[in-house]
């Protein structure tokens, strides 16, 4: 992640420095770029990871569907190698807004 906001549009997430923080200092994922969290509860709510240089796939099992509370989920501009939305996806029940443009995946008629 970028410690400065304003150059998050310049640089990738780094999703290796996430897992770092979970045992290390900084571990209050409310504090990283592109993570929104509610206030009050401190659930993540929501993900903004636009223009972020993702790739490859999401799998169904990944702890991205474990985030319960998440009403928005923005992955667009990134490049997932034509894979397919992950079912994973379904279980994100209190979901209002999610953005897939340009992020790469397959869409099956």
């Not at 970028?2 to 979970?22: E, R």
């Not at 998440?70 to 807004?97: T, V, W």
Request: hydrophobic letters at 35%.
């Amino acid at each position: 992640m970028v410690a400065n906001s304003s150059s998050s549009m310049q640089q990738p997430h780094d999703m290796a420095l996430w897992k770092s923080h979970k045992e290390g200092e900084g571990s209050d994922c409310c504090s990283w770029d592109g993570v929104e969290c509610d206030r009050e509860t401190g659930h993540v709510i929501g993900l903004h990871l636009a223009s972020s240089c993702l790739s490859d796939s999401i799998n169904s099992s990944s702890n991205l569907f474990r985030l319960v509370h998440l009403q928005s989920l923005d992955l667009s501009d990134n490049y997932f190698h034509h894979s397919e939305i992950p079912f994973g996806i379904e279980q994100l029940s209190r979901l209002r807004s999610l953005n897939l443009s340009f992020s790469g995946f397959l869409i099956r008629p």
